[in-house]
């Protein structure tokens, strides 16, 4: 399997914070990498920088071998990476239907076009029943779902999911991790950030720690809970033997 | 494929033929002229807040300096008449196009500034704007431009003996308005800009370019509110700063959208059908006298803003 992503070096500051500092790890095509580390880690800046919301200060990001680092999120998901946000956004005023073909629009500039690909994620995401309720209206749950339909419609290659599983009731994290299986089962591959291990470490090929900014270690999900560094990170030293 | 979408927009159309029609046969029986010039000036600010929701309803710019665009128009078709001899059917397709122009210049600085620092830069640009034509010689200054008249014809666009010329002139600006809305809002450019103006975040991750789109959403507003601007000044036979570029112009096309629904094909509709006999009414039974036609406004707005925060419209039951 080829590399998909690459991230050489990354560092990004804000004022004296630094939220990044040097990270490199590949992504493998077709992989589910499970991004982890402590609340202020750096997961979602790092996300911030590989969907190009923030440029980092230093190092660079290659999709397929093209630098994508610092070109901005419209080059980004026009070159292929979609992501969801740790706190919903959706768009408010229009129904599901019409969200999603914002995302399509990426690929299609007709209207009539764009319309039969929303069709087609909106099937595929399970919200065909939802289609034409506005956005505002849908549940926690259902809003997580329309985040990555949305994402979905613009064809990625790469999807970035951050948390999308947090505050879910385990049925509903259920679901959830089916239609993460269904997504990546279409050839995409996945990053996800998520905390509860539970949920998180039978659906991941492979693991990236994070912890202050800085890799941790990275590896197979099942090493990855025995390390003591990673306890340490996560409980505290005196947790760690 | 059928969806609701398509059904929605299918229906828009039928609606919009029906009132079409109505709006057609509407001066027929009337012989009263100040009712039929009533009527004009109403379906020509339908037109107007039709072009400014463009800009400010689906893209969300707030644009509070559109009276530039409406005075340019008037000025731009008034002088290619007057001083070259252009007819303005042709000169007000000039008008719309400098206009726009005028637009996007205006447009790449401000549509760096968000929300309402956006809209206090283009009351500052429209205000630049008045007083420069005043102060300009080559424009008329304060003394304005009078339109002479060169014979009752389609060509010179004047007549004296029936104001139906102008009513059809007038509807069919509005319908076309009408009908760009509604291309508009079916297509790419439509979802960009509600996207952007719901969150901006959200819109970039899909691709949306937001600064292009604001642009070309710029440029669209001002052609037609340039070329409304030209049919006035053809119609009143006479135009100065005050009475086409002062900032109660730009207020008086932003407030139907914004009383009907920003974002709304009918709001703009609605709005100018209660806002201009009403402006227009005060005027004549008030004088205008002490700004109680701006009380009126205001009255209007903080009772929409607080009972019916999504406009008029959504009193139908319509979407949004
Ligand atoms: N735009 C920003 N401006 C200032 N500081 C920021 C910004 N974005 C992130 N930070 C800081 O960078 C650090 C890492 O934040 P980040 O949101 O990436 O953590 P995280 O791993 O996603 O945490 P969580 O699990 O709580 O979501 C934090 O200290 C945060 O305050
Ligand atoms: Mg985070």
């Given at each position: 399997m080829s590399v998909l992503l690459e991230v050489k070096d990354v560092s990004k500051s804000f004022g004296g914070v630094a939220a990044n500092v040097d990270i490199s790890f590949d992504v493998t095509e077709g992989e589910i990498l499970g991004l982890i580390g402590p609340n202020g880690a750096g997961k979602t800046s790092l996300f911030n920088a590989i969907s190009g919301d923030v440029t980092p200060d230093k190092g660079e990001i290659r999709l397929s071998g093209v630098r994508v680092s610092g070109t901005g999120p419209v080059a980004c998901a026009r070159a292929g990476i979609a992501r969801t946000f740790q706190v919903v956004r959706s768009f408010d005023s229009m129904t599901v239907r019409e969200n999603v073909m914002v995302g399509a629009f990426c690929r299609h500039t007709r209207a009539a076009t764009a319309m039969a690909e929303a069709e087609r994620v909106l099937d595929f995401a399970g919200l065909a029943a939802q289609a034409d309720r506005p956005a505002h209206s849908l549940t926690p749950p259902e809003k997580r779902r329309l985040e990555i339909a949305r994402a979905l419609a613009t064809e990625p290659k790469l999807l970035l999911l951050d948390e999308m599983l947090t505050g879910l009731t385990p049925t509903e994290a259920g679901a959830g991790v089916q239609l993460i299986r269904d997504v990546r089962a279409q050839g995409i591959t996945i990053i996800m950030v998520e905390h509860v291990m539970e949920i998180l470490l039978p659906l991941i090929d492979r693991?990236?720690?994070?912890?202050?900014?800085?890799?941790l270690t990275s590896g197979l999900?099942?090493?990855?809970?025995?390390?003591?560094?990673?306890?340490?990170?996560?409980?505290?030293d005196r947790y760690a033997q | 494929m059928t969806n609701a979408i398509t059904r929605r927009r299918r229906l828009e159309l039928v609606v919009g033929a029906v009132v079409l029609a109505i709006l057609a046969v509407l001066p027929l029986p009337i012989r009263d002229v100040y009712t039929q010039n009533l009527i004009i000036l109403t379906i020509l600010?339908?037109?107007?807040?039709?072009?400014?929701?463009i800009l400010g309803g689906y893209c969300g710019q707030i644009s509070l300096g559109h009276g530039l665009y409406f005075g340019i128009g008037a000025y731009v078709s008034t002088m290619l008449f007057v001083d070259a001899g252009i007819s303005p059917l042709l000169g007000m397709f000039a008008a719309g196009a400098i206009a726009s122009l005028v637009a996007l210049?205006?447009?790449?600085?401000?549509?760096?500034?968000?929300?309402?620092?956006?809209?206090?830069?283009?009351?500052?640009?429209?205000?630049?704007?008045?007083?420069?034509?005043?102060?300009?010689?080559?424009?008329?200054?304060?003394?304005?431009?009078?339109?002479p008249f060169h014979g009752q014809s389609w060509m010179n666009l004047q007549f004296r003996t029936s104001k139906l010329p102008f009513h059809y002139l007038a509807l069919?600006?509005?319908?076309?308005?009408?009908?760009?809305a509604w291309v508009l809002e079916g297509s790419r450019w439509g979802y960009s800009w509600r996207a952007m103006r719901d969150d901006v975040i959200a819109a970039r991750s899909l691709a949306v370019r937001v600064f292009p789109s604001k642009m070309a959403a710029s440029a669209i507003s001002g052609f037609f509110t340039g070329l409304g601007g030209a049919i006035f000044a053809q119609y009143v036979g006479y135009i100065d700063p005050d009475s086409v570029m002062?900032?109660?112009?730009?207020?008086?096309?932003a407030l139907p959208a914004v009383l009907g629904g920003v974002g709304t094909l009918w709001g703009p509709l609605i709005g100018?059908?209660?806002?201009?006999?009403?402006?227009?009414?005060?005027?004549?039974?008030?004088?205008?006298?002490?700004?109680?036609?701006?009380?009126?406004?205001?009255a209007l707005i903080v009772g929409v803003a607080l009972l019916r925060p999504a406009g008029l419209v959504s009193l139908l039951g319509a979407r949004r």
């Open positions: 693991a990236v720690v994070l912890n202050l900014g800085r890799v999900p099942g090493d990855l809970v025995q390390d003591p560094a990673v306890i340490s990170a996560y409980l505290g | 600010y339908a037109g107007l807040a039709q072009a400014w929701n210049l205006v447009g790449w600085p401000c549509f760096r500034l968000s929300g309402h620092y956006y809209a206090i830069a283009t009351v500052v640009v429209g205000e630049i704007g008045h007083l420069l034509f005043l102060n300009w010689d080559f424009v008329g200054a304060a003394t304005g431009l009078y339109v069919v600006f509005a319908a076309a308005t009408w009908i760009v002062a900032a109660n112009i730009s207020i008086l096309i100018a059908a209660i806002l201009i006999p009403t402006s227009e009414l005060t005027r004549s039974y008030l004088g205008g006298a002490g700004g109680v036609d701006l009380m009126i406004y205001g």
